[in-house]
């Protein structure tokens, strides 16, 4: 089955630094890419995805970036706010496998 | 509220005893998802449904698991004879189907086995 490994676990910034948190992925059959923010208590929310088609997504301050060869996607946000404090998970899957795959999640504190 | 709703939002239970949790999906979504997420990991998937067949289940899931979705619409997970092992948040998410990924999650159910 499909394996997500996310790093780093921790990641601590200064308001207005950019935050870069990295995954890799198994299963070549995975082409959906979602990344999801946790607060504390909540439910995850869903903040950006891309597809295998695509290299590169933006919205805003944040960013996805897919390198399918390497089977590796990145999460960029960039100007972070104390805001942006949550746990951030990326998944991989798809409509052929059903299920997403998720990371273990990474902590990210954005310090003012 | 149109989103993914469930229900209870918490449960205390002794070890032993039978817990059902409800998860009502957006509206028109053919998909349904339960994953069980732990303190410090992502959710891990357990079983997901098209409509009201369920396609998939995980090596997680017990036989003291079970989990319908009868008219295609809202959903029930049930736990026989909970254990301890069991506490969790057991999360539902829903999505549309038909070549659309995204995935909505509900707020979750927190089990607390004593």
């Known amino acids: 089955g499909e394996n997500v490994e996310q790093h780093p676990s921790t990641l601590s910034v200064q308001e207005g630094d950019s935050a870069v948190i990295k995954c890799t992925y198994s299963d070549s059959a995975s082409n959906y890419f979602p990344w999801y923010k946790q607060e504390l208590g909540k439910r995850p929310q869903l903040i950006i995805d891309i597809r295998s088609n695509v290299g590169e997504k933006k919205d805003q301050r944040i960013a996805v970036t897919l390198n399918k060869t390497a089977k590796h996607f990145s999460l960029h946000i960039t100007e972070t706010q104390p805001e942006d404090s949550a746990v951030y998970f990326c998944a991989g899957g798809g409509s052929t496998l059903g299920r997403l795959y998720f990371g273990r999640g990474t902590q990210l504190t954005v310090w003012p | 509220d149109t989103g993914v709703s469930q229900n209870p939002r918490h449960k205390i239970t002794k070890r032993g005893q039978n817990v059902t949790f409800r998860c009502d999906p957006i509206s028109e979504h053919n998909r349904l998802y339960w994953y069980r997420q732990t303190l410090g990991q992502g959710p891990e998937f357990l079983t997901y449904f098209q409509n009201e067949a369920q396609l998939e289940k995980s090596r997680l899931l017990s036989d003291r698991f079970s989990a319908e979705r009868p008219k295609g619409s809202f959903s029930t997970l049930e736990i026989q004879r909970t254990e301890q092992g069991d506490s969790a948040m057991y999360l539902c998410?829903?999505?549309?189907?038909?070549?659309?990924?995204?995935?909505?999650f509900g707020p979750g159910t927190r089990l607390t086995v004593l």
């Open positions: 998410a829903s999505s549309l189907g038909q070549g659309e990924d995204t995935q909505y």
